[in-house]
């Protein structure tokens, strides 16, 4: 009968101990685990503030691209998932429908307030200045020029981290 080996064994992106009993030999039971911890960060790799706040960053200018003629949806789902996805994906018929669209100046991240990543799911809430026109008919609806504070939920989704909701704080 083979050695019973008792591991403690630390599952990255879930963040608790989980004890595994095997009856495999010690050196078997390293590459089984270094097997399965790759699989691990494979499906939820690790999100950086940086790389969090670069994907709000890209997304602020990609709006100019999907909210403007020709509405870009596949840059769209490039960065969205979720309910931003459905949501936007109703705005953009919204503005095709009544002849409107949107003109962006600045769009710039000031600060990055707060992040927490866990697996495949994180939060970044970062102040956010937008400079935003508004057209329908060709004419000027509406401009607003202001900071926000803004809550992203992001996710890991088909290879990516996406942005799958927001919500504004203040």
Known sequence: MKPII???TLLLPLVWTEPIFAET????????LTCQNSILLAQNPALTLGEAADLVS???????????????RRTLE?????????DTLKAI??????????????????????????GNKATI????????????NGQVKDSDFNTKRVRYKLEYWDGIWKIADFQVVD
Request: net charge negative.
């Open 25 to 32: 030999s010690p050196r078997q039971h390293r590459q089984d």
């Open 93 to 118: 018929d919204f503005l095709i429908e009544n002849d409107a669209y949107y003109e962006y100046g600045v769009q710039k991240v000031e600060t990055v307030e707060r992040f927490a990543a866990s």
């Open 58 to 72: 890209e997304w602020l200018t990609a709006k100019s691209r999907i909210f403007a003629p020709p509405f870009d």
């Open 6 to 8: 008792f591991a403690l």
């Open 78 to 86: 490039q960065f969205t998932t979720g309910v931003l996805y459905r």
């Open 125 to 136: 809430e970062v102040r956010v200045t937008e400079d935003t026109t508004f057209y329908q």
